[in-house]
């Protein structure tokens, strides 16, 4: 039996993020991952965007840790050469009423500690992203993108540095708790350790549960996207996002680091956790969203692009769950990084340092 301080489930941006705060601080930490390699599911089929921590409530977990993630992440970026650009954003309003909405979602965000927040005219538009259509917009300078698949890679490799230990191909099979810690059971070995990070996303519940952990459930939320064919990238400058809805940010635009330019996430509650591209949406059904953001786009000007699946800690007749980061409230040797959906990518430096504390606490 292998004896070890920390062990992490998962090995997306959470989890390897966690795995090297907790190294850091002196303890021996593995992660079980059950893919063939880390970050092959939410942390890399995202839209890559470092959020500002503009949306979220006051006083939320999301709000907080998205403020100082964002700092965190950025730093991290410039010191380990991931790919990434501090480019700013623009949520757009079409007439009056929404004008307003930008009003409220600028206090919130004021609100926050977002910094540099600025409510701006068509002219400001128009030298920004002069094909977006748009009355006004909120302007924030601080948001950025990021290279997703690159960011996992750099975690991966300053955790080593650390002394982290990450085991791909490595599922957990079962579990038992014993007086000091957790036995935890894959295919080809035990290990015990005194605690258990939960990083599963999105099969967090099932972990808990075979942990001996609290109860509660993920729920899978596709997000599709298309792209710009590559004659039309240069219509899009940046980030352009419209006004949010109830169960995401709303189908948006991004130029990424590599300069392509995806129109979405659509936001689809399903029952599978692993369906990415069952019954996908036809490109014809992202026409309108595009048009509302940029004027005059085709449908031959759009190509199925990528999809992703959010874990999600409410059904869909709710719009909001914070993200659950705590000692285990049924088992004490196990800490819980479970429902880290947007901004989880911005926040995944922040949430392993709260991580990090809850485990040495």
């Excluded at 970050?39 to 998205?66: E, M």
Aim: with cysteine.
């Amino acid at each position: 039996m292998t004896r070890i301080d920390v062990a992490v489930i998962g090995a997306g941006v959470t989890g390897l993020a966690s795995a090297r705060a907790i190294a850091a601080r002196g303890l021996s930490v593995c992660v079980l991952e059950r893919h063939p390699r880390p970050g092959l599911d939410t942390s890399t089929h995202n839209s890559g965007v470092i959020h500002a921590g503009i949306y979220y409530p006051a006083g939320t977990l999301k709000a907080r840790l998205s403020v100082e993630g964002r700092h965190l992440l950025y730093e991290f970026c410039a010191r380990y050469n991931v790919p990434h650009r501090r480019c700013g954003k623009l949520i757009v309003a079409h007439d009056e009423g929404e004008r307003h909405q930008l009003e409220t979602l600028k206090r919130r965000g004021d609100d926050n500690g977002v910094e540099g927040l600025e409510l701006v005219d068509r002219a400001f538009i128009d030298v920004r992203e002069p094909a977006v259509s748009a009355v006004a917009a909120l302007w924030s300078p601080e948001t950025g993108v990021v290279n997703a698949e690159e960011l996992v890679k750099a975690l991966l490799r300053s955790g080593a540095d650390a002394g982290a230990i990450v085991l791909p191909g490595t599922r957990l099979a079962g579990a038992d708790r014993a007086r000091d810690g957790m036995v935890l059971r894959t295919e080809r070995e035990t290990i015990q350790a005194s605690v258990v990070v939960n990083a599963a996303g999105l099969y967090a519940d099932d972990v808990s549960a075979m942990l001996g952990g609290e109860t509660f459930k993920i729920y899978p939320c596709r997000g599709e996207y298309v792209e710009l064919i590559p004659s039309k990238r240069t219509l899009v400058n940046a980030l352009v996002y419209p006004l949010p809805h109830a169960h995401g940010l709303g189908v948006h635009l991004v130029k990424t680091t590599g300069g392509e330019v995806w129109l979405g996430p659509t936001a689809s509650f399903q029952a599978r956790k692993d369906d990415y591209e069952g019954d996908r949406l036809p490109v014809k059904a992202f026409v309108e969203p595009a048009r509302r953001l940029l004027r005059d786009v085709t449908l031959e000007d759009l190509r199925l692009g990528g999809s992703g699946i959010r874990a999600k800690l409410h059904p869909p007749s709710e719009s909001f769950a914070d993200f659950m980061i705590r000692r285990d409230r049924e088992n004490p040797f196990v800490v819980q990084a479970s429902g880290i959906e947007s901004p989880g990518l911005t926040s995944c430096l922040a949430v392993a340092g709260l991580v990090a504390q809850l485990v040495t606490d």
